[in-house]
């Protein structure tokens, strides 16, 4: 039977749970409700109150709490109910979190989920992807997991990380994709892409979400004659690169694409380093496709002219294969 | 002083049994801790760092010492200490030594974060004390969190978290408080009210009369004691123990004091009026301390003179074995950024 990314998500934590008796979960409306997504739905009902803390709206208060936690040696899952909350534990993350084994050697053994992105009409506060404000703080790792099969194997990598951990999961990814997953036991590597399709033409560079408006933009240029690979980021921080400049270096062309808004974005980090490190490769000049500098609009024809899709990239792709 | 209890606590949690008094030899470790804390900060604020061998930041706890001593002395080993920057006492109750600490402002390899970061923004696990980080307040929560931890394992250990006046203003204070006490989580509260944060007086920082009038609005308990009174913190903290050892959930003691310096080495505290520093000089904790240990007969003059030698000798030796200490390769830069994957 196939499972959704939401569902493969809550698997993961699950085993985890079922594993290890210090892995726990923490977050609001985790427990009775089961979630806002319903990613700890039954979670309560079957490990009991002590595991599934249901906490006051207190978001630096949650990773706060998860830190401590971690110090003792368990090992906490803590949810922001929405990834644009996240901002509200900033300072927990970033100064406390991030930069404890390097000042003292105290591992932060946490996992912070937080649900990211638009298309949901979710409006300002409901759809951001906050995932570039964490990539270049020194000490996090990053995932941002675009099928179920990844979303299930790097929750699972990340709870037994002895890092802390920022788990972006896209809404609308959750009950959207589905796939069939391995019956038995697996992990996904953390920091490690992969080639979600091959090609030689062209490379899209990208991650969550916008990994299937690549397949949807990369299925229409097949037909036009050009061949695009695909590449899955999977992990921001940190970065598998080589997997990226091997492409490049195979394309010659190159877009790197994702939802979160274009500058200071995630993809401007990947086209440094394109440009630093395989630049003689390269036939056409690096092309960067995100959200516009902009808040993320509620009202639908805004949506929708904000968030990047297929027909944004193929425009751009065929620009850059004429180029 | 309102002395301050809430509605919401069950019966058990009311009736804590008194503790027992203090004696001699508990009266001489006071002094020792509280002495060494004294010497050690005066070392490095006023040699050390006027001499150029530290650099960056150096806040002391001149005058507070009674406040980790006594506080310090009443947790048990295995409890959790979460530190403000002026505790000192707390560390040399667990063990590092005065070397270690001169090392650790000097930016050697000896200090107990060999180098990576300053003062007192120093901590080990294994001795269960953990880094204050500088947006003072954030260890609010997640102090509540090693206390939840705890709760988590059935453990008798409980965490105590020290803070500054400043610090209960940050939203961090008051989200970890309120999460604290929903989970009624083993925690104790040590304040350190010295009425002022950096060049901030209290009736700047808060409109009630006294940090401990915010507990009853997260249904926690308060008390306020001397903080300039070894034995009334060590009290109070024994109180506090108590309570959250017994499964009541959170604490709040606060101490009252005065920082009897700027708020660091550079700061020479013009801003506070000059008779707020003549009232609390006649209130020095290890002036009281050595005359309560007079009166009853717990050490002579000649005894307490003893000690005071042996711990400045030892201070001596460590600020050479500091000084000798070698400072940290840059080529270790990026060490620890990460944990080193398996293998390597």
């Known amino acids: ?323 | 002083m309102a002395a301050i209890e809430s509605l919401a606590l069950p019966g058990a949690c009311r009736k804590l049994e008194e503790v027992p008094a203090p004696n001699a030899r508990l009266a001489r470790k006071f002094y020792e801790y509280m002495f060494l804390m004294r010497e050690v900060e005066d070392r490095i604020e006023r040699k050390l760092y006027r001499q150029g061998k530290i650099l960056g930041g150096v806040y002391v706890g001149r005058g507070q010492e009674a406040i980790p001593v006594g506080a310090g002395m009443a947790a048990a080993a295995g409890d959790m200490l979460f530190p403000s920057h002026r505790d000192m006492g707390l560390f040399f109750i667990r063990g590092v030594t005065p070397g270690q600490i001169f090392a650790q402002y000097m930016g050697r390899v000896g200090g107990l974060t060999r180098g990576r970061d300053a003062n007192m923004h120093m901590g080990d696990l294994q001795l269960k004390i953990i880094a204050i980080i500088s947006s003072i307040g954030a260890g609010v929560p997640v102090s509540a969190g090693s206390a939840l931890a705890q709760k988590y394992r059935g453990s008798k250990d409980i965490t105590w978290c020290f803070f500054g006046d400043g610090a209960t203003s940050r939203g961090d204070w008051h989200e970890g408080l309120n999460f604290a006490s929903v989970q009624r989580v083993p925690l104790v509260l040590v304040c350190n009210n010295n009425m002022y944060a950096y060049s901030t007086p209290l009736e700047k920082q808060m409109a009630c009369a006294n940090v401990a009038d915010r507990a009853p609005g997260y249904g926690m308990p308060a008390e306020i004691v001397d903080g300039n009174d070894v034995f009334a913190v060590y009290r109070a903290a024994q109180r506090a123990a108590a309570h959250a050892r017994a499964g009541c959930g959170p604490y709040l003691i606060e101490c009252k004091t005065f920082r009897m310096t700027g708020h660091s080495a550079h700061d020479a505290g013009d801003y506070v009026p000059k008779h707020l520093w003549d009232e609390w000089a006649a209130k020095d904790p290890l002036e009281g301390l050595r005359r309560t240990m007079l009166e009853n007969g717990w050490a002579s003059e000649e005894e307490i003179e003893e000690d005071r030698a042996r711990l400045l000798a030892e201070i001596d030796a460590a600020v050479k074995w500091a000084e000798q200490c070698p400072y940290p390769d840059p080529s270790e830069l990026l060490d620890g950024v990460y944990e080193k994957p398996r293998g390597e």
Not at chain 1, 103 to 108: I, K
Not at chain 1, 173 to 181: G, Q
Request: glycine fraction near 8%; charge should be negative; hydrophobic fraction near 40%.
């Open chain 1, 1 to 323: 039977m196939a499972t959704t990314y939401v569902e493969a998500i809550r698997q993961g934590i699950w085993e985890e749970m079922e594993r290890d008796p210090d892995v726990f979960v923490i977050g609001e409306d985790i427990g009775v409700y089961g979630g806002a997504f319903k990613v700890t739905a039954g979670m309560l009902e079957h490990f009991g109150e002590r595991r599934v803390v249901d906490t006051p709206l207190c978001e630096s208060g949650v990773v706060g709490a998860a830190i401590g936690a971690g110090f003792q040696g368990l090992r906490p899952v803590a949810e922001m109910q929405f990834a644009d909350f996240i901002s509200c534990a900033f300072d927990q993350i970033v100064n406390y979190a991030a930069k404890c084994r390097y000042r003292w050697n105290a591992p932060v053994p946490i996992v912070i989920r937080a649900p990211s992105g638009g298309g949901i009409h979710g409006g300002p506060f409901h759809s951001q992807n906050p995932e570039a404000w964490f990539t270049r703080v020194p000490g996090l790792k990053v995932m941002t997991p675009a099928t179920a099969y990844d979303a299930k194997g790097l929750i699972k990598s990340a709870i037994r990380d002895n890092d802390p951990c920022l788990f972006f999961e896209h809404k609308g990814l959750y009950r959207r994709i589905k796939e069939d997953l391995p019956e038995g036991e697996y992990t996904v590597p953390i920091g490690r892409a992969r080639i979600f399709r091959e090609g030689r033409d062209l490379t899209i560079a990208t991650y969550g979400a916008m990994v299937y408006v690549a397949q949807e933009a990369a299925e229409t240029l097949e037909r036009e004659g050009v061949s695009v690979e695909i590449v899955d980021l999977r992990t921001l921080l940190p970065v598998d690169e080589e997997t990226v400049l091997e492409s490049v270096r195979k394309t010659s062309r190159v877009i790197v694409l994702h939802e979160d808004t274009v500058t200071g974005g995630f993809g401007a980090e990947i086209a440094a380093r394109i440009a630093e490190r395989a630049f003689e490769y390269l036939d056409a000049p690096v092309v960067r496709i995100g959200s516009p500098d902009c808040p993320v609009p509620f009202s639908p024809p805004l949506e929708d002219a904000f968030l990047p899709n297929a027909q944004k990239v193929l425009e751009r792709a065929r620009q850059l294969c004429a180029y």
